[in-house]
């Protein structure tokens, strides 16, 4: 099991550009979770999906942060345009279909936006 | 609303010191709790959990006993190492189908050989 992978590990890019982040879940986990960790505001929910459908996206910030998952091996996070205050780590997290399991946890993508 | 709350940290002890970290927790229901830790860089690693009360999660010398009296899922160890220095997260899940953990903010542990 290669656990969830995210990708690209880093980024950095100038403000006013396009971002795209990307999540690959654990083979037959129904849930997937975006969250952001900065040091000012901790570790924050952005969206959740459950097989493959938007369940919460009220942690996303503004109108410039979107997440789609057209099937139930890949997720995107896209932030059109950058700013600087988006830079954070994004994680990405996985979990089966019952809530008693705890989520597993991708490496993270490092944003940096200047 | 349901709640996570951990001791402020950071937490600064000696190699082979006794660990607590607190974490008390305000739910519906019958939650199942868990921590986390994160390492220096990398993502949040299940680290033990309980999923009913009176249960005792375990791993690696950290133990936290499901406590539904007191609301509470304290993390223990009792010998700390060099290596055991990272963040970890309480949190929990409210038993509902399809619903997301709630995380507490995170609690820094540092420990100095």
Redesign the interface.
């Known amino acids: 099991d290669a656990g969830?992978i995210q990708s690209p590990r880093h980024e950095v890019t100038e403000m006013g550009q396009e971002v795209t982040l990307r999540c690959k879940p654990i083979s037959g986990h129904n849930?997937l979770?975006w969250y952001r960790q900065t040091m000012m505001r901790?570790?924050e929910?952005l969206i959740?999906f459950?097989n493959n459908v938007p369940?919460?996206d009220s942690g996303m910030p503004e109108d410039r942060f979107s997440a789609k998952m057209p099937n139930a091996s890949f997720s995107t996070l896209k932030i059109q345009p950058s700013e600087p205050r988006d830079s954070a780590v994004y994680?990405c997290?996985s979990r089966p279909g019952?809530?008693?399991y705890?989520?597993?946890?991708?490496?993270?993508t490092r944003l940096t936006v200047v | 609303g349901d709640s996570v709350t951990q001791m402020e940290g950071p937490v600064t002890l000696s190699e082979e010191a006794f660990l607590t970290i607190n974490c008390t927790y305000t739910a519906t229901g019958y939650p199942?709790l868990?921590w986390?830790v994160q390492y220096p860089g990398?993502?949040?690693?299940?680290l033990l959990?309980a999923?009913k009360a009176d249960d005792k999660g375990s791993n690696k010398g950290f133990e936290a006993t499901y406590r539904k009296e007191t609301t509470s899922f304290h993390l223990e160890k009792g010998s700390v190492q060099v290596s055991d220095s990272a963040v970890y997260?309480c949190?929990l899940?409210?038993?509902?189908?399809?619903?997301?953990?709630i995380?507490g903010?995170?609690t820094t542990l540092s420990v100095s050989s």
Do not use: H
């Not at chain 1, 705890?102 to 993270?108: D, E, H, Q, R």
């Not at chain 2, 990398?42 to 299940?46: C, D």
């Not at chain 2, 899940?93 to 953990?101: D, I, P, V």
């Open positions: 969830v849930s979770f901790g570790l929910l959740y459950n369940i919460d994680f997290a019952t809530e008693n705890g989520y597993t946890f991708g490496s993270g | 199942s868990f986390y990398e993502g949040l690693q299940l959990k999923t997260f949190a899940s409210r038993g509902q189908a399809g619903t997301a953990l995380f903010k995170g």
